[in-house]
């Protein structure tokens, strides 16, 4: 199946708008949509898998989805809500000739910064749907609209809570205290199933340290500071990988001794995403 860039929508979220078609579950997770309409799995069309359709009308999505296309009743087009009749007669009254229904909440990682990392914890902003395991990682902003009931985005549908996440520090210490800060939200606060949406990777965007006596610089100094591990350099000066130039870093253990014209600087334009606790995990 091939469809033109040109005509197709990436990197679209469903909150549990769509089901999947053969089964009609409700889906929960990336899809990619055709400029006629059509749904798949995924963020991006697959040529080497099938493709799972979905179609519009999952849990609660007849009421409350912003996708559903308009209808008319008398002069007044609904969008999203199914209105009764003396709803339909105040608007047509009002000259409102239509209605926008609220937005599904957006999928948003933090963005982590050097910054961040030297704070050494952040907040992280979820949405869980009403009565089901359902969660979704969202940014401040949609945080601050559910949690005020705004009609812009499905805050009838979802409620929203803060979780406090620790990226620097011993492993083992930080893995602990983000499983508590976990749990405590599954038992105190009715977020059963947070764990596993995660992964139960309580070390998601953690970053190394080095404290001495592990690297030295290219100019032959002992380096201290927050390092990541690039898949083909090997440890790299700063927390995460960025497309900006950065020291490469020498294991003082080590016994190899490096090349003369091995470059101090990684360049931009091999710049990868996968770095050291750099992915969503989800």
Known sequence: ????????????????????????????????????????????PDANITQIELVKGGSDAAS??????????GSVTTSAYNFNTK???????????????????????PIITEENYEVGEITRYFCQRNKQTVFIEINEKDFDL?????????????????????????????????????????LAQGAVGLGEYLKHNYLQ?????????????????????????????????GARHTPTPHALLTRINSNQNPSSNQPSLQSSNIYTQNNQGGTTGY
């Open 205 to 237: 965007f953690h970053a190394l340290y080095t404290s001495g006596g592990e690297f030295l610089l290219p100019n032959g100094d002992d380096y201290v500071g927050f390092y990541h591990i690039h898949p083909n350099q090997g440890p790299m000066v």
């Open 87 to 109: 709803t339909v007669d105040y608007l047509r009254i009002k000259g409102i000739k239509s209605v926008k229904a609220p937005r599904p909440p957006k999928h948003m990682p």
């Open 64 to 73: 409350n989805s912003a996708e559903l296309e308009p209808y008319e009743v």
């Open 146 to 186: 559910i949690s005020n009931k705004s009609k812009k985005i499905q805050s009838d549908l979802y409620r929203a809570f803060t979780l406090p996440w620790v990226i620097s520090g011993v492993e083992e210490e930080v893995a602990l205290e983000n499983k508590k800060a976990v749990e405590y939200r599954e």
């Open 1 to 44: 199946m091939y469809f033109p860039k040109s005509q197709i929508q990436t990197n679209l979220y469903s909150g549990g708008e769509l089901k999947v078609r053969r089964t009609g579950e409700s889906y929960v997770g990336f899809y990619w949509a055709t400029s006629n309409s059509k749904f798949y799995a995924g963020k991006t």
